[in-house]
């Protein structure tokens, strides 16, 4: 069996215990590699690693950076059709779905943040007499960047980009759960030249790799993708050493429809808002509240929409949905269908798990699932599931739908549908996320701050954000 290894110091070597965990695909439910089980002695060579290389790679011009980041991009870019396999194999997502969106993504956030370093640029404040004060922006030195499963080398790279290009050395750890593209990823930094140390990439389970990264006192920022309940405990670590945080959680976002908008589109939109990816992207629309005047109209015709949408063997070309990331992701989803139903809920579409034939046999597939008929109040229209399952519920007036949407404790992202220009800017104002969509989904420029608020995560990620969080800023005031 394959054993994936640790890229630490340039080198791709074995865990120091030589224990390892099975890798499952999700598609068939059999184990196809083994990842390393690391912990914190791993860490330790990885820290010193990433610090003995810190003082060349942050000395490094911007010009020779950009060169690595763009070489390893296009090294990806080479081997396009392996990282499309892997990340599909190993998340359970359609093979058409990584080829379009998460490996394409991975290589724009390497050739992005090559080029936006370059025009990184600080402020200077001249003071009255001649002194001025300007900002200094310096590499904070070594960073741990910790990534979830559900867009594995997407996320991965959209931490690692930047913190690579504003000078740091970083200690990455990608999802145990989906951990192969990573470990491609290793062997594309050595193709490119990637001086040893800069970049260590150390696979193994959260509360014991992970957590390594989150205590050693030398890592000095953490960039998480992940749950909401591990960013919290993450913070009760990290805050009191006074580590810079950025956290990227969970959500559990609003699709606004008002009677006026375009209709077919805000249909064919919200079908895809709800369930790309299995459901499983934490910008996925999870509730969606239509205007009473078109609720029927709209609810017959999406969830024809979804009936049509066929979950199948995420290799076929054919297939919208693959399988679920994991044998334990499905209980959690397949239990809150459960829920939904004791909730008082209707299952207009899907509610079950699908048994598939021949490879897939013994994967984790589940139908995508419409539900009516919940108090938005209740635990189905409050928490996070993150998977194919998304509510329909009516609304009377602006304020009712805002109230309802407003009412949970994430923030992350929302999407309005409407042709009312003074409503939309409305909405956008009120509606409490990091990011409102109006008439569209998942459109994003990478210089835009990307985050949420509430739950779903303090500080900001992508454009000047990402390279003012991995940077810290010095006030110099030279006296005339
Ligand atoms: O994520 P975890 P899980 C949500 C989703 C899901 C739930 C739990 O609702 O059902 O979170 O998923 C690492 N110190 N999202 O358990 O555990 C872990 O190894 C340091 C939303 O799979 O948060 C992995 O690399 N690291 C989300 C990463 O954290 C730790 C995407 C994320 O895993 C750690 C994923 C620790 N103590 C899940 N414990 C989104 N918003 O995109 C775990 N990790």
Not at 209 to 236: C, D, L, M, V
Not at 431 to 437: P, Q
Request: aromatic share 8%; net charge neutral; proline share 5%.
């Amino acid at each position: 069996m394959e054993k994936i290894q640790n890229y630490i110091n340039g080198q791709l070597i074995e865990p120091v215990s030589k224990k390892y965990l099975d890798n499952y695909e999700p598609a068939t439910g059999q184990v196809y590699s083994l990842v390393p089980d690391s912990d914190s002695s791993d860490i330790q060579l990885a820290v010193e690693a990433a610090k003995t290389a810190f003082p060349l790679w942050s000395k490094t011009g911007l010009e020779d950076r950009m060169m690595i980041l763009l070489k390893i991009a296009d090294g990806i870019e080479r081997r396009l059709e392996e990282f499309v396999a892997a990340e599909s194999r190993d998340n359970g997502k359609p093979l058409k779905l990584a080829r379009a969106m998460d490996i394409p993504r991975a290589i724009s956030n390497f050739r992005f943040y090559a080029s936006a370093v370059q025009h990184f640029s600080s402020e200077s404040h001249p003071m009255p007499g001649g002194t001025v004060n300007y900002t200094l922006r310096q590499p904070i030195g070594v960073v741990g960047c910790i990534s979830p499963w559900n867009l594995p080398l997407y996320l991965f790279t959209w931490k690692i980009a930047p913190a690579l290009a504003t000078g740091n050395c970083v200690i990455a750890k990608p999802s145990e759960i989906t951990p192969y593209t990573a470990y491609l990823l290793s062997t594309v930094c050595i193709e490119a030249g990637l001086p040893a140390g800069v970049l260590n990439i150390v696979h193994g389970l959260g509360g014991k790799t992970g957590q390594a990264i989150i205590e050693h006192p030398e890592i000095k920022a953490i960039s998480f993708t992940g749950g909401t309940e591990t960013g919290k405990r993450i913070a009760a670590t990290a805050a009191p050493m006074f580590k810079k945080l950025s956290l990227e959680l969970g959500g559990k976002n609003a699709t606004v429809v008002f009677a006026d908008c375009d209709f077919e589109e805000a249909v064919k939109e919200s079908v895809r808002s709800s369930f790309s990816n299995q459901g499983e992207i934490c910008l996925c629309g999870s509730r969606i509240f239509v205007e009473r005047g078109i609720y029927e109209k709209f609810k017959t015709a999406f969830v024809e929409k979804v009936k049509a949408l066929k979950v199948g063997d995420p290799n076929e070309q054919s297939t919208d949905q693959g399988a679920i990331v994991s044998l334990q992701h499905k209980q959690k989803v397949l239990s809150y269908i459960q829920l939904a139903k004791e909730e008082g809920g209707e299952v207009l579409s899907g509610g079950i798990e699908l048994q598939l034939k021949d490879r897939c046999t013994g994967g984790y597939f589940i139908a995508p699932t419409v539900i009516e008929g919940l108090d938005y109040k209740c635990r189905t229209q409050q928490e996070e599931i993150f998977g194919p399952v998304v509510t329909l519920t009516p609304f009377e007036t602006e304020d009712e739908a805002l109230t309802m949407a407003n009412s949970v404790k994430y923030g992350l992202a929302s999407s309005i549908w409407t042709n009312n220009l003074k409503q939309a800017h409305r909405v956008s104002e009120k509606i409490e996320a990091g990011i409102v969509w109006v008439n569209c989904w998942l459109l994003r420029d990478l210089r835009t701050p990307f985050g949420g608020v509430k739950a779903s995560g303090v500080g900001r990620e992508g454009g000047w954000e990402a390279m003012k969080f991995f940077t810290e800023a010095k006030n110099v005031c030279i006296k005339a």
